[in-house]
């Protein structure tokens, strides 16, 4: 699709996406808070970790180290005893580094910079996104396999192209980017799921390059 395309179709796809949102969202602790620590907690544990297991280590998580502060001062042990039963560890010794760093160079605040998040350990270009807009509310796209899934459908976009066209999405105020891009994200979760999309029930349907395929529905 061309850039032209894309924009024009934009605008309906984000009304529509945003409008099922409102009545579809799952209500997620996360999803309650703007603290740029507490999105990095949630982005860490969610990388590889169902939602579901998630909801049971992040308030215990954030009880015992509630400030990037206290979990910079904490011993290695103690983090990873917290984190036990999660899995995948290397997440908590990056989450651990990234906070020591935040305290030492950035005087205790998660930088908003997207390049600047890039150089904390364990961020990479999609935590980077996310910090930005779930954090920051930036009109900034945070691509990860959900939101990679929707777009390529939706837009029929080569994989190359998919951060791009996830950028040129963006709504201009940081509010509605916010939403938007936690839309997306449940989107790509709850109804355009990797073996069994429910397009007959989807908000974008009718606007769905995939979808509307013949042979597809
Ligand atoms: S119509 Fe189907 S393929 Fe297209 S976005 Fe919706 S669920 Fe995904």
Known sequence: MSKQSTLERGAAFRRRLLGWYRTAARDLPWRRTRDPYRVLVSEFMLQQTQVSRVLDYYDPFLRRYPTVEALAGARRSAVREAWEGLG????????????????????????????????????????????????????????????HRVIQRVFSCQTAKVAETAQLLQPKRG???????????ELGALVCTARAPRCPTCPVSSLCNWYLKPGNH
């Open 175 to 185: 509010k509605t980017a916010w939403s938007f891009n936690q839309a997306l994200m």
């Open 88 to 147: 995948y560890y290397r997440r908590a010794a990056n989450l651990h580094r990234l906070a020591k760093e935040v305290v030492r160079h950035h005087d205790g605040v998660v930088p908003d910079d997207p390049a600047e998040l890039l150089r904390l350990p364990g961020v990479g270009p999609y935590t980077a996104g996310a910090v930005a807009t779930f954090a920051y509310e930036q009109p900034v796209a945070a691509v990860d396999t959900n939101v």
